[in-house]
């Protein structure tokens, strides 16, 4: 048993309202730089849709992540020997088109144009090549709340009936937001030939080290994340880096602290990294199992007496306890990993938004035996869809989600309005009462230290030296070019 | 006069430069330590233009470095007459590919606006250095035939006594414009090497190939 730590972030789908909020807070703080413009290492997108960059969960178009390959793991992209003779042309590359050409406007023509008969507008320019664009075609967010869906949403490779688009009255839509997933068993460490990128003993944070990165670029196709970026300004690599300067200091990431819905928890997992690879070879229905399966219970003793050998503090094996993410993943078993099937093991789990709850028109939905929701089988986002998104196709294991979440809306219900409660209702979802209090205590008024718990970094164990050089992107010195 | 700054003053500050300046901007500023990939902006001239440039250049370099470093194999192994003609048809075919390469990543950084806020000085000097440089290589290998023979009894002893200390250059004067050009094409090339992105050829990923998929970095280990 190899325990090791690791940080996690838990995103409650039925909650995000997909505001955007965290994106631009992550823009701010990390990649409002030059050459960085077009990257949004936190995003949100509306399901079903292309996503950022468009179309990224088709493998067949940039051969991202693992296949099984009898009984070993391999990149789906290429082996090691190809690696050197792909170089020069990287053919898997996502080019900018696939993201979309970043864009200001020239506010300065608002008071600088000269008298004329018309107002006067601030035109768009490239943030890349600087020359004026006539007509914007992308954008970050380009077919949210489903705009353009007959173009975008039906290209959504996990809708298993693509006439649905079309059907007002069977219409659906839900947002996922993404960060690097600083998953357990990443593609793109392993693609990297300067072996620049590196997941963190102590929190498993995944970072690219930016004096080591060359900027061959076999990252950005190897991540099927599409969570690393080119920089072209710098010829390097980036991505998230789980806002480790705020984490390393027990501050909330940067995105899930400025979340208005509160969706989002961070928290700490213990996990057995000599399973890792054994769970990977599972067939994809069985993935979900297995990602349960590797990770351990803090509570116990022989898992705690692994951990303080491999150097996890008792602080972090406190936190282990606490963790919110812990109680979400593993206990009540209702977050579910994004795309499993993808193998790299991704470490941000997903709880699936339940369909809108009001059964208005009658007849469009049968409602279950207890009246209040749709059947389960009759929910407006199919059961096949969110299977295909974080189950590996595993139906029966989102149904499971699914009943306990009403179930839990039925008990809290019925407590509100002072009726009797069945306690059928919540055992066959699996719960019990207590466990639903806890449920519903983390689901929505927990505050800012039950939904996130994370442990700082023991700064005496770090070498001074190598921290001093470790301030983030660019700012003790010059990539090329004017700044 | 023209003979001693070639094959002189040329070749020791280009020595200079590379063995001082490089590791002056590795420990100083890693953060431009990169090939400069366009890739991302501009794929499809790209293709055609950095494949015939890579794979002309490499073995053709590889053929200049290998005489210098084992000129007696290399001399048995082209004293077969048949073995130089094969060798010596490879590298002009190689050389014709490279110029096509390198024309046409220099009519790409022309002709692609989305280009131009990456492209620098430094850029247009190696494009242009490198392309006369294949130019003039190939000039020498069609019309000064033999050179991977002769090359070895000249220009492999000339550069040892320059790592000596003992330039003899008279190995050298009495050869061609074009030859002597090419020649310092070569040391402009290395001096000019640590300014540039060209500092990618001093790096060649080998390691990853032994190493384990996933790397870990411990700050307590």
Redesign the interface.
């Known amino acids: 048993m190899d325990v090791r730590a690791q940080l996690v972030m838990v995103f409650n789908l039925d909650k995000c309202i997909g505001c955007h909020t965290c994106s631009i807070s992550c823009k701010n703080i990390w990649t409002d730089r030059k050459g960085a413009e077009y990257m949004w290492w936190n995003n949100v997108e509306t399901k079903p849709g292309v996503g950022y960059p468009k179309k990224w969960e088709n493998q067949d178009i940039f051969k991202g992540g693992w296949l099984r390959d009898g009984g070993k793991l391999k990149l789906r992209a290429m082996g ?1 020997g190809p ?2 003779f792909n170089m ?3 053919p898997n ?1 996502p ?2 088109d696939d993201y979309y050409e970043p864009f200001d406007f020239d506010y300065s023509n608002l008071y600088k144009a000269p008298p004329g008969s018309d107002q006067p507008v601030a035109e768009a320019f ?1 943030q ?4 004026r664009i006539e007509k914007i075609t992308g954008g970050p967010n380009w077919d949210d709340d489903l705009s353009g869906s007959q173009v975008y949403a039906v290209e959504d490779s996990n809708l298993e009936d693509r006439t649905l688009v079309a059907d007002y009255g069977r219409m659906f839509m839900h947002y996922l937001p993404r960060i690097c997933n600083h998953c357990l ?2 593609a793109c ?2 693609s ?4 620049a ?6 929190d498993g944070v995944v970072l690219v080290d ?8 076999f990252c950005t196709s190897a991540c099927p994340y599409k969570k690393v970026y ?1 920089n ?5 690599a980036e991505k998230c880096i789980f806002c480790f300067p705020r984490t390393e200091t027990g501050q909330c990431n940067a995105c899930a602290h400025s979340c208005v819905g509160r969706i989002r928890h961070v928290g700490v997992l213990l996990y057995d990294a000599d399973r890792v690879e054994e769970a990977l070879l599972k067939p994809d229905d069985q993935l979900v199992a297995a990602h349960r399966d590797v990770i351990l219970d803090p509570h116990d003793p022989e898992v705690r007496e692994a951990a303080r050998k491999n ?1 996890v503090t008792d602080q972090w094996l406190e936190a282990a306890e606490k963790s919110p993410v812990y109680a979400l993943v593993k206990e009540f078993a209702v977050a579910l990993p994004l795309h499993p099937e993808f193998r790299t093991m991704p470490m941000a789990y997903y709880i699936p938004s339940l369909s809108p709850v009001i059964s208005s028109g009658g007849d469009l939905y049968e409602l279950s035996d207890h009246g209040t929701f749709p059947l389960l089988e009759k929910m407006r986002a199919p059961i096949s869809f969110l299977a295909s998104i974080l189950s590996g196709g595993n139906q029966e294991i989102i149904a499971e989600i699914l009943r306990k979440q009403i179930a839990l809306r039925l008990f809290k219900r019925a407590g509100n309005l002072g009726q009797p409660i069945e306690e059928s209702i919540l055992k066959n979802a699996g719960l019990d009462e207590a466990g639903a209090n806890r449920l519903y205590r983390l689901f929505t008024i927990a505050p800012y230290r039950e939904r996130n718990v994370i442990p700082t ?1 023991q700064r005496e ?3 001074s030296y ?1 921290r001093k050089g470790a301030s983030g992107y ?1 700012i003790l ?5 004017p700044k | 006069m023209l003979n001693s700054f070639i094959f002189i003053v040329l070749p020791y500050t280009a020595l200079a430069l590379i063995i001082f300046v490089t590791p002056y901007r590795f420990f100083s500023n890693r953060l431009t330590w990169s090939a400069y990939s366009t890739q991302f902006l501009e794929r499809k001239t790209l293709f055609w233009g950095i494949n015939p440039w890579h794979y002309g250049i490499i073995p053709v370099l590889a053929a200049h470095v290998l005489g210098v470093v084992a000129p007696g194999p290399m001399k048995a192994l082209l004293g077969n007459q048949n073995n130089l003609i094969v060798i010596e048809s490879f590298g002009f075919a190689l050389g014709l590919f490279a110029v096509f390469g390198c024309l046409v990543l220099l009519l790409r950084r022309v002709n692609t606006p989305i280009l131009k806020r990456v492209t620098f000085a430094s850029d247009w000097v190696v494009l242009y250095l490198l392309l006369a440089q294949a130019l003039t290589g190939v000039y020498v290998a069609s019309f000064m035939r033999w050179g991977s023979q002769w090359y070895l009894y000249t220009a492999v002893p000339y550069l040892w006594s320059l790592l000596t200390f003992n330039p003899q250059i008279e190995y050298m004067v009495d050869f061609p414009l074009v030859f002597k050009l090419h020649a310092a094409g070569a040391f402009l090339i290395v001096a000019l090497l640590p300014f540039t992105k060209l500092v990618h050829l001093l790096y060649v990923p080998f390691d990853f190939l032994k190493d384990p998929p996933i790397l870990y970095r411990w700050r307590s280990r």
Do not use: H
């Not at chain 1, 990128?197 to 102590?202: D, L």
């Not at chain 1, 072209?232 to 390097?236: N, P």
């Open positions: 090691k690696t050197l020069f042309f990287q590359m080019k900018l490239s890349v090549s600087g020359e068993n990443p460490v392993a990297c030939p300067s072996r990128i590196y997941k963190r003993g102590e930016q004096e080591v990165c060359k900027g061959w670029r080119f072209w300004q710098s010829g390097k150097g970094q164990e770090q070498d190598q660019g010195k010059k990539t090329r070019g």
